[in-house]
């Protein structure tokens, strides 16, 4: 019986995205393609007020698989308070929940 190194995997598994994790609320557009597309996210900062950043722009996205867990990754950017946020938007969709990920 042969058993599997880790990078022969058919989906390998990603190392944890460094930042700060936050849960969300995200409205997605759901064109007839099947496919979804955040545009905007809703979540609560370290002074447990609401912030919500609208009119996201996706600059990709990619299936991912981080401890094994499935999720989709997308890479976003969108302007608010007078400055251009980059951030990660995270999918799981055995659990049907998102996450935030602000970098350092």
């Known amino acids: 019986m042969a058993f599997l190194v880790e990078n022969e995997r058919k ?3 990603e190392r ?3 930042g700060r994790y936050r849960e969300a609320a995200v409205d997605c557009w759901f064109p007839s393609t099947g ?3 955040p545009r905007a996210v809703k979540y609560m900062d370290e002074e447990g007020e609401i912030q919500c950043l609208s009119k996201i722009q ?3 996205w990619e ?3 981080y401890a094994g867990v499935q999720a989709r990754r997308f890479q976003c950017r969108a302007c608010a308070q007078g400055r251009n946020w ?3 938007l995270l999918f ?9 990920v602000f970098p350092f």
Request: glycine share 4%; net charge negative.
């Open 86 to 88: 980059e951030f990660t």
């Open 11 to 13: 989906d390998p598994c």
């Open 63 to 65: 299936q991912k698989y």
């Open 92 to 100: 799981y969709p055995e659990e049907g929940t998102w996450k935030i």
């Open 58 to 60: 996706v600059l990709y």
């Open 16 to 18: 944890k995205i460094r």
């Open 35 to 37: 496919e979804f597309y």
